[in-house]
Structures are given as structure tokens and as C-alpha cells.
């Protein structure tokens, strides 16, 4: 990320970005195939998810861009700062509606700051207006009003991933493999690997049948050794029981300490 700051002319730094989720932006993964299915589900999953019907739209501040290649089979990965800015408006009126503090040392009056370069910059007239919205909401920034027009700008905050995918297999390395990129297999070659994985979970269920079954066997042995010792235990008191009652402590005690007649 510090890479993609330090080669861009003016970087976009906001701290409040990252206090929210961003939004998650796919692009051409509706073709055929279910690996596509399952690349969207698991990059949609790797973020909170966000309802586009009642989430503010102040929150919304990064969007994070999925954009898959049908081509070269490869997924472009793209983060971003959304910037929110009002369309229509004079590039020092910007720095005036924004809070920024213009250089008037070459205007006589702040009219002449206006109105110079006659309204909008070239750059301005050059704005795409596919990225002209109609704010549903206020917005925090200023002239960023409910009903009026304002422009999208993206500002790249890094990293940038090129990822593919190669391999998609059920559990932990033990499964089913689901896809495969590189390796085409035949419908038999495929069954001959189900019933081997098959076979395979088979025996590993018996196997831990087996040692429940085991384990429960040694419980009960166990218990049975206990009861057999606690019996013999009582046998033995019952044939040797004590002649003589225990001795009363405090009786003791009185005979021990009684006084000394001479």
C-alpha cells in the first residue's frame, strides 16, 4: 500500500476509511461454470455485509473492485477511497465550498477569485458524467446534498493483487476435487477417484466406531474391577470385625489429666 501512495502525484489519506466495511464490487463472474458461483460467494463473504437499502451512504468510504478476466482466467484485485465531490461547481468555488483557504493575493476582490478562468477548468469539463450520481442522502462533506448531482472519484489506496485460480477441493486436502485448472480428468477417471474417497471415509468411520466401541468396553471393565475390590473389601471387614470399641477421646483425655493422690 505505501508502494501505490508514493507513486501517486497527490494521494488521498483518510483516516475515517477504514473505521467502516467497504464495498464489495464484482465484476463478470455471471458467466458459466460453478467455480465462478463459488469465487463470488467466497470474495463476498471475506467482508461484512453491507444493505445497500438502509446503510448510510457517509459510511460507505472505500470499495474494494473483484474484476475477473474470462480471457486470461485471471482476477484483478483493486482497492479504493471513495470521494464524493458536487458536479457543476468552479474549481475555486470548490476550495471555497471544501473549508480550504484560496490565495488572494492577486485578486482584488473575492469576486475576481470566482470568476476567474471563466467557471469550470478544462480537467472539469473533461468529467466523465457516468460518474454523476443523484444523492439519495445528505452527505457529510459539504455541497454534497440530498436530490442534487455530485461526482464519484476513485483514489487508489493499494495493494493491487493479480490472483487465479487453480484448484477448488472439498475439506482439508482430503476430498473431492471440485475444479482443477491445470489437470482435466474423464467422467471414469472421476468416479474411480469418488469411490476411492468413498471407500476412504468409510473405513475411517468404522475405525472411530471401533475405538468408541473400545473405549466404552474399557469404562466398564473398569468399573467392574472397582466393584470387585469394593465387595472383597466388605468380605474381609465382615469376617474380622474389631473386638474392642473404639476409645472415647474426651473420656481419655479426663483419666490422663486426673490429679495425684499421695
Request: charged share 35%.
Amino acid at each position: 500500500m505505501k508502494e501505490v501512495i508514493a507513486a501517486q502525484r497527490k494521494p488521498y489519506i483518510d483516516d475515517k476509511a477504514y473505521e467502516s466495511a467497504p464495498l464489495v464490487v464484482l465484476n463478470s463472474f455471471s458467466g458459466e461454470g460453478k467455480h465462478l458461483k463459488l469465487m463470488a460467494q467466497v470474495f463476498q463473504n471475506m467482508f461484512p455485509t453491507i444493505n445497500v437499502s438502509t446503510v448510510k451512504l457517509a459510511r460507505i468510504r472505500r470499495c474494494v473492485l473483484f474484476s475477473y478476466n474470462p480471457t486470461s482466467k485471471l482476477i484483478d484485485v483493486r482497492h479504493f477511497a471513495i470521494r464524493v465531490l458536487p458536479v457543476g461547481v468552479s474549481r475555486s468555488v470548490k476550495k471555497l465550498v471544501t473549508g480550504k483557504i484560496p490565495n488572494l493575493a492577486k485578486c482584488e476582490d473575492i469576486a475576481d477569485f470566482i470568476e476567474k478562468a471563466n467557471g469550470l477548468s478544462d480537467s472539469e469539463f473533461e468529467d466523465d458524467e457516468a460518474s454523476h450520481v443523484v444523492l439519495p442522502q445528505d452527505l457529510p462533506s459539504r455541497g454534497n446534498l440530498q436530490n442534487q448531482k455530485s461526482a464519484i472519484k476513485l483514489h487508489e489506496l493499494g495493494p493491487r493483487m493479480t490472483i487465479q485460480l487453480m484448484k477448488i477441493e472439498e475439506g482439508l486436502f482430503n476430498g473431492e476435487v471440485l475444479f482443477h485448472e491445470l489437470v482435466v480428468k474423464t467422467e471414469e477417471e472421476k468416479d474411480a477417484i469418488r469411490r476411492k474417497i468413498e471407500k476412504r471415509n468409510r473405513l475411517k468411520e468404522e475405525r472411530k466406531e471401533q475405538q468408541t466401541k473400545n473405549k466404552l468396553k474399557k469404562e466398564e471393565e473398569k468399573e467392574m474391577h472397582k466393584q470387585k475390590c469394593l465387595k472383597g473389601m466388605k468380605i474381609e471387614k465382615d469376617e474380622n470385625p474389631e473386638e474392642e470399641a473404639p476409645e472415647d477421646d474426651a473420656e481419655y483425655f479426663k483419666e490422663e489429666n486426673a490429679p495425684l493422690l499421695y
